[in-house]
């Protein structure tokens, strides 16, 4: 497992945006050559909901429909960071975010294969 730690969350007002970063104490490139790292958020009394996947290795992305043109997941690979920029924020945005890490081949979005998650980042937008 890969130990993660996000930051950047805080309180935004609607329209607003933010920029999430996961930082790891490892290098998701020396653990594997195959690593997907991702993000998800969950509100109070909702499920985990998925966001957007990198594949480590390729760059290569793929995202929820329900953010896809707001929100934006890339990854520096020199500086070993993942990040989320979120664009036009909603007050349904408000969540905790999580930031999370699997060995994969491919771009997955179930929660429950992810086996490193970070803390998680509060994120409050208001209208």
């Known amino acids: 497992q890969v130990q993660l730690v996000e930051s950047g969350g805080g309180s935004v007002q609607a329209g607003g945006s933010l920029r999430l970063s996961c930082g790891t104490y490892?290098?998701?490139?020396?653990?594997?050559?195959?690593?997907?790292a991702a993000w998800f958020r969950q509100a109070p009394w909702k499920e985990r909901e998925f966001l957007a996947v990198i594949s480590w290795r390729s760059g290569a992305t793929y995202k929820a429909d329900a953010v896809k043109s707001r929100f934006y997941i890339s990854r520096d690979k020199a500086d070993n960071v993942l990040y989320l920029k979120m664009n036009r924020l909603k007050p349904d945005d408000t969540a905790v975010y999580y930031c999370?890490?699997?060995?994969?081949?491919?771009?997955?979005?179930?929660?429950?294969?992810?086996?490193?998650w970070g803390q998680g980042t509060q994120v409050t937008v208001s209208s």
């Open positions: 999370a890490a699997t060995k994969s081949t491919g771009l997955l979005s179930t929660s429950r294969v992810y086996t490193s």
């Open positions: 490892e290098t998701f490139s020396d653990m594997s050559p195959h690593y997907a």
